[in-house]
Structures are given as structure tokens and as C-alpha cells.
């Protein structure tokens, strides 16, 4: 049974910090990868989406990274900004269906 | 990239009643995906929702709980039955599309008293 695990439950930065989330998965039969930002009210949005084959992905100051072998995953955020204040989940998927983690819930200070 | 209506956005519901939870995708879409988040934990997968077809429920999720209506391609709803204080959570709809990048609903928020 696939399990995902993320690091830490929660982050407080100051702006303007470079911030690293890990996710960990346990069974590396992924078809992909992929975070999400979870806002208050406002449901999951998709960040970024690495296929299996993939390493790397990135998108402006974000760029999320994919190391099957071992497990792993990371986001990477550079400057971070308050906007960037919420809860972050990576999910892993086979076939259709994704499992999740439990979430990385990030605050950047002003 | 789907837009997806999802309402009520939130509800609060007297113990052994029941809610229905509608999502509306502004395209159509082959599987819609309802997804459970209860308090403090992460998303749980509930049901796969074809259209002209029963939904596919996963291990934990039975159908006379969470009943689910697939009439086309653009809509579906998901009802939470005999409510109890344990179902409380937030409940989200989402769907695929392209690089099977998933879209999600704003989500419902439920209360349980």
C-alpha cells in the first residue's frame, strides 16, 4: 500500500527565504508525481507535475524535483513571499488515482 | 485548464440527515474524482464517478453512504447519507484532464452537529 509521507507539518520563514519541502513515497511503482497549494475556501491547485521518467520540473520561483529510486520528491521555493503562505500537499499517482500526503502547511513572515 | 463549480461551499447539518454536494465542469470529462478530507488529515480518495456507469468506490467507501449520480459528461453529484458527527470534513470533487494534471473543486466544507 502506497504511503506518502511529508517534512515538516509546518514551516514559519521569514520573506525572502529560499524553503525546501520534502515528500517521500514507499512504493516507487509511480506513473507521476505531483504538488498542489491548498488555500483556505479555495480547493487544491495544481503547482507542478512530473512524470516518472522526468527529474525535474519547474515554474517561476518554484521548481520541484523527482528522485523515484530513492523515493523522493522536493519543492523548492526561492524568495518566498507571504502570498506563498499555505498548505502544500504532494500526491502520488498510479493509474487514476492519487494517494496523498498529509501536507506541509508554510507561513512566510512579512 | 477545467474550471469546476462545486457548492454548496459549505453547509452545517443535524445528525441523521443528509447532504448532496453538486460539481459542474465547464467541459466534458471522461471520470470525475471525489475526494474526503477530514480535519487535521490529508485527502482520501472516495469514489471514481463514470459517466453511464456505477461509480467505482474505494476500499472503506460503500454506495448506500455515498451515493453518486453521473448524468453526462459535465456533472455529478455526491451525497453524504445518514449523517453523523464523523462525517464531518471537506469534501472535494476534481477531474483530469491533458498530462493528467488533476482540477480541483473550491471544495465543501461540512459540519456535523
Known amino acids: 500500500k502506497q504511503e506518502v509521507t511529508q517534512i515538516p507539518a509546518a514551516l514559519s520563514v521569514p520573506e525572502g527565504e529560499n524553503l525546501v519541502l520534502n515528500c517521500s513515497f514507499t512504493d516507487s511503482a509511480i506513473y507521476n508525481l505531483q504538488w498542489f497549494r491548498q488555500d483556505p475556501g479555495k480547493g487544491l491547485t495544481s503547482l507542478l507535475l512530473i512524470q516518472s521518467s522526468q527529474r525535474e520540473q519547474t515554474s517561476g520561483r518554484l521548481n520541484a524535483s523527482l528522485d523515484k529510486s530513492s523515493g523522493r520528491s522536493t519543492l523548492y521555493i526561492a524568495a518566498s513571499q507571504p502570498g506563498d503562505s499555505a498548505t502544500y500537499l504532494c500526491?502520488?499517482?498510479?493509474?487514476?488515482?492519487?494517494?496523498f500526503g498529509a501536507g506541509t502547511i508554510l507561513r512566510v513572515k512579512s | 485548464s477545467a474550471v469546476i463549480s462545486q457548492k454548496p461551499s459549505r453547509d452545517i447539518c443535524q445528525r441523521g440527515t443528509s447532504l448532496t454536494i453538486q460539481c459542474q465542469v465547464d467541459s466534458q470529462v471522461t471520470m470525475m474524482f471525489w475526494y474526503r478530507q477530514q480535519p487535521g488529515q490529508s485527502l482520501t480518495l472516495i469514489a471514481t464517478a463514470n459517466q453511464g456507469s456505477e461509480a467505482t468506490y474505494e476500499s472503506g467507501f460503500v454506495i448506500d453512504k455515498f451515493p453518486i449520480s453521473r448524468p453526462n459528461l459535465t456533472f455529478s453529484t455526491l451525497t453524504v447519507s445518514n449523517l453523523s458527527p464523523e462525517d464531518s470534513s471537506i469534501y472535494l470533487c476534481s477531474v483530469a484532464q491533458g498530462n493528467e494534471k488533476l482540477f480541483f473543486g473550491s471544495g465543501t466544507q461540512l459540519s456535523v452537529l
Open positions: 500526491a502520488v499517482a498510479r493509474g487514476n488515482k492519487l494517494v
